[in-house]
């Protein structure tokens, strides 16, 4: 069964520095998000894209994230600058039609020191 | 008006009763509702999905009702086993979006042998 995959499964930095957090969508799935899930917490959207663009973000999303498909298969969430409030689950999703079911990766835990 | 209420926080069942856990919307643009189930440390699987122009979802064990008058919708897990222990979101997605999901607090459902 085909599925969403993520790494690294940890990564922890220290404030200020850039992480790259990486997705492998479904192969065939053409709308691909990012969210996120601090401990405990519900899970919050953070950026949706598609056709190589961004459809539509959150304000948690500031100039500090970005997103981008760099090949025909990865989807990566950047974070520039990170600070200790970043620290959190990074759930990668895709579905093949905007308007239809997301399959959720496995995450990436975000450790922020 | 984005939000999604999820009730309760907590549910403790014995094997083989039913658990019920309920939603509540404000946005009337909310016109697709899946409900995801997560374990410990995993992504949010998708359970089940429903639109509203059904009133009932019944996939085995799982049945979503949906109430659009009163924006409410609901999850009754019937013969709950111990395995179906997990944390389960509900969550709504508007048709005017690329598929943006707001998810509800969560529930934890504890299932005693």
């Known amino acids: 069964e085909p599925e969403v995959t993520q790494t690294p499964s940890h990564q922890v930095t220290q404030m200020g520095q850039e992480v790259i957090l990486r997705c492998v969508p479904i192969s065939n799935h053409l709308y691909f998000y990012w969210y996120r899930q601090i401990l405990g917490q519900k899970v919050e959207f953070l950026v949706s894209f598609y056709n190589n663009e961004i459809s539509e973000k959150s304000e948690i999303f500031d100039d500090q994230f970005s997103v981008e498909r760099p090949d025909g298969s990865n989807f990566t969430l950047k974070i520039r600058s990170t600070k200790l409030e970043d620290s959190a689950m990074y759930f990668c999703?895709?579905?093949?039609?905007?308007?239809?079911?997301?399959?959720f990766g496995p995450g990436t835990r975000l450790t922020v020191l | 008006q984005q939000q999604v209420k999820q009730s309760p926080q907590s549910l403790i069942v014995q094997k083989g009763g039913i658990s019920i856990i309920n939603c509540a919307y404000e946005?009337?643009?909310?016109?697709?509702f899946p409900w995801y189930q997560q374990f410990p440390g995993k992504g949010p699987a998708l359970l089940i999905a429903?639109?509203?122009?059904?009133s009932e979802k019944k996939e085995g064990r799982f049945t979503i009702s949906f109430n659009k008058s009163a924006k409410q919708f609901s999850l009754h897990i019937m013969d709950s086993q111990p395995g179906d222990s997990a944390t389960y979101f509900c969550a709504a997605s508007p048709g005017t979006s690329y598929g943006k999901l707001t998810f509800g607090q969560g529930t934890i459902l504890t299932v005693h042998p």
């Open positions: 429903i639109r509203p122009d059904v």
């Open positions: 946005n009337t643009a909310f016109d697709y």
């Open positions: 999703a895709s579905s093949a039609m905007g308007y239809n079911e997301q399959f």
